[in-house]
Nanobody, 127 residues
Framework: QVQLVESGGGLVQAGHSLRLSCVVSGGTFSDYGMGWFRQAPGKEREFVATIDLTGAEAYYADSVEGRFTISRDDAKNTAYLQMNSLGTEDTATYYC????????????????????WGQGTQVTVSS
């Protein structure tokens, strides 16, 4: 059974940084494309970033481009989301997700195309 566990969320002031981690167990991490999504209260889940299974290609939502960086460490079965210059608009629950068909596609921004999800970690940015 594949499990994803996020960590690293918290309360920070605007302009500060956080790094989220997502540890994957029960599957072959190196086979998965990985993605980060977020959901604010009353809003739909939205794409944040994705990285292909090789780690060579990463794609971002326009709203986070230049501020967020997605990465992966296959030796640790972990995906990361480095978030800099946080603003109040970044307040949300952040979810990581794994795409077991990552060998077929990159730049996967569609939640329904991800097979496994974590439970989420809350990020709150105060002004």
């Amino acid at each position: 059974q594949v499990q994803l566990v996020e960590s690293g969320g918290g309360l920070v002031q605007a302009g500060h940084s956080l790094r989220l981690s997502c540890v994957v167990s029960g599957g072959t991490f190196s086979d998965y494309g990985m993605g980060w999504f977020r959901q604010a209260p009353g809003k739909e889940r939205e794409f944040v970033a994705t990285i292909d299974l090789t780690g060579a290609e990463a794609y971002y939502a326009d709203s986070v481009e230049g501020r967020f960086t997605i990465s992966r460490d296959d030796a640790k079965n972990t995906a990361y989301l480095q978030m800099n210059s946080l603003g109040t608009e970044d307040t949300a629950t952040y979810y990581c997700a794994a795409d077991r068909h990552g060998y077929l596609r990159t730049n996967n921004r569609t939640p329904n195309l991800y097979d496994f999800w974590g439970q989420g970690t809350q990020v709150t940015v105060s002004s």
